[in-house]
């Protein structure tokens, strides 16, 4: 059995513990743990269920390695010791926050469309072409060049993007709309 669960994270990618731990971290902000405690990684571990399926060599390791690369921060005070992220290790988190982004669909529609509409200036073209990949590959449709169309819930994952890629209200807009004509095709193509 022992083997096995070695196996698994031979197996498993190096960025999946550094994924856990970053947004483990972005959600709790500040950690803190009995600095002069021998069970330091088993705190951690027991803090947060994701982790306790790493070994905790690899815990040690990781966390020594983001915060030689300036991704997270840790003090000493008193017998506490604080671990957060740097604004640094913030932007990393939110990467893979915005890269595992996914609406739910829920078991009955409300018969509103949801209409994403934005107008991202050419000095920012790249942030303007990952904006319109993710809604794609979020499933959004394409009614007009920079006319976006879903039918369930999407404000929290439209905001998380307008946050992480720096956009003003001007730039981005979620309009929420009971008729949008001619909706048969997109009806559909999302089976409501």
Known sequence: MRWKKYKYYIKKPKSEIVKDILYWLMIAGTVYIAAGSPRFVPGLIRAHRKLKKYPRKKIYDTFYHLRRRGLIESRIEGKQIYINLTEEGK?????FQINDLKIKRPKIWDKKWRLVIFDISELKKTHREAFRGKL?????????KSVWAYPFDCEAEIELLRDFFSLKENDLRLIVAEKIGHDGEIKSRFKV
Request: overall charge positive; proline content about 0%; charged content about 30%.
């Open 136 to 144: 794609k590959e979020m499933g959004f449709y394409l009614l007009q």
């Open 91 to 95: 932007k990393k988190a939110g990467y």
